[in-house]
């Protein structure tokens, strides 16, 4: 069964300080993952998408980092900011063409306070 | 371009009624996809749709359903509401099936569900 795990499922940092939340997979066979940004009461937006063969995709403040091997996925917030207090969504990609499948985490909730 | 929209943004029903909620996909997207957002489940994938057929499902009851028109506006229709359908229901569009990296899903604001 494929499945996506987030940790942790809160976190709390003070803005300007480094975060890095953590996306573990078993999905197969494998296409693509994307990290989402929601903010509350909002629909997800996407930050980064990679392939197999990336193993690092920036976008501004955020990396996204990919280990195809031990199937693990971060995403790494510099500089936080009060603005980055979101949910943030892995979601991993199985199959291509009309069969490809979605299988989302749950999402870690991050708080940026001062 | 305009994003996905979604139709009501806040609904309040009572047990037992029904509810229809609406989606338009970006402009040139032809398949949307329904989910259920709930604070402990997270993200539940519902349906898609693609030219007007029901192309994937997920594991909800047949309380659930879906329609897709020919503009590719789309609706999710939940019948005999109970008060555990109260939730986040989220739409998305992508231009097709494919499920490759040039093939983003792009999600609306969401319709928030309260169900007395």
């Known amino acids: 069964k494929n499945q996506v795990e987030q940790s942790p499922q809160s976190l709390i940092i003070l803005e300007g300080k480094n975060c890095t939340l953590q996306?573990?997979?078993?999905?197969?066979?494998?296409?693509?993952l994307r990290w989402y940004k929601q903010d509350t009461g909002r629909g997800p937006v996407s930050l980064t998408i990679m392939t197999f063969s990336e193993n690092t995709k920036s976008n501004g403040r955020y990396t996204a980092t990919l280990d195809a091997d031990t199937k693990q996925s971060s995403l790494h917030i510099t500089a936080s900011q009060l603005s980055d207090s979101a949910s943030y969504i892995c979601v991993v990609s199985a199959g291509t063409g009309t069969a490809s499948k979605l299988t989302f985490g749950t999402g870690t909730r991050l708080q940026v306070t001062l | 371009k305009a994003g996905v929209t979604q139709t009501p943004r806040y609904l309040i029903k009572t047990r037992g009624q029904q509810v229809t909620l609406s989606c338009s996909p970006i402009?040139?997207?032809?398949?949307v996809s329904w989910y259920q957002q709930t604070p402990g489940q997270g993200l539940q994938f519902l349906f898609e749709y693609f030219s007007e057929t029901q192309r994937n499902k997920g594991n909800f009851p047949g309380r659930f359903s879906g329609r897709q028109f020919s503009n590719s506006r789309s609706e999710m229709n939940v019948s005999t509401l109970e008060l555990g359908d109260s939730a986040l229901y989220l739409c998305a569009s992508r231009r097709g099936l494919a499920g490759n990296s040039y093939n983003e899903q792009f999600f609306g604001p969401g319709t928030r569900l309260t169900v007395l």
């Open positions: 402009s040139g997207h032809r398949s």
């Open positions: 996306c573990n997979y078993t999905v197969s066979p494998f296409s693509n």
